[in-house]
């Protein structure tokens, strides 16, 4: 079993910054994925950032060049930091594992950017 906890979402203007952090427990591996989706309201869940199983970093389009993943592993937690925030970027992101070949994801922290 693994829990993930996301913390480090708010409110923020348009192009302010936010970083939100997610630590996790339980039997975790060196080589789990992990990252970070998002759900707008009305939309579906869509993928922001990622660790591969090989730790390569993978960015959706519409954040690449603001939005930087970064992982502490002595910590167990990943984090995503977030620049340039722009109004659609409002959602609830929620954290993401996948560990053995099952799927673990967070409760999810709701960052609102609006003036």
């Known amino acids: 079993q693994v829990q993930l906890v996301e913390s480090g979402g708010g409110l923020v203007q348009p192009g302010g910054s936010l970083r939100l952090s997610c630590a996790a427990s339980?039997?975790?591996?060196?080589?789990?994925?992990m990252g970070w989706y998002r759900q707008a309201p009305g939309k579906q869940r869509e993928l922001v950032a990622v660790?591969?199983?090989?730790?390569?970093?993978y960015y959706a389009d519409p954040v690449k060049g603001r939005f930087t993943i970064t992982r502490d592993d002595a910590k167990n937690t990943v984090y995503l930091q977030m620049n340039s925030l722009k109004p659609e970027g409002t959602a609830v992101y929620y954290c993401?594992?996948?560990?053995?070949?099952?799927?673990?994801w967070g409760q999810g922290t709701q960052v609102t950017v609006s003036s």
């Open positions: 339980g039997s975790l591996l060196s080589i789990d994925a």
């Open positions: 660790y591969s199983v090989v730790g390569s970093a």
């Open positions: 993401y594992r996948v560990n053995r070949g099952r799927e673990y």
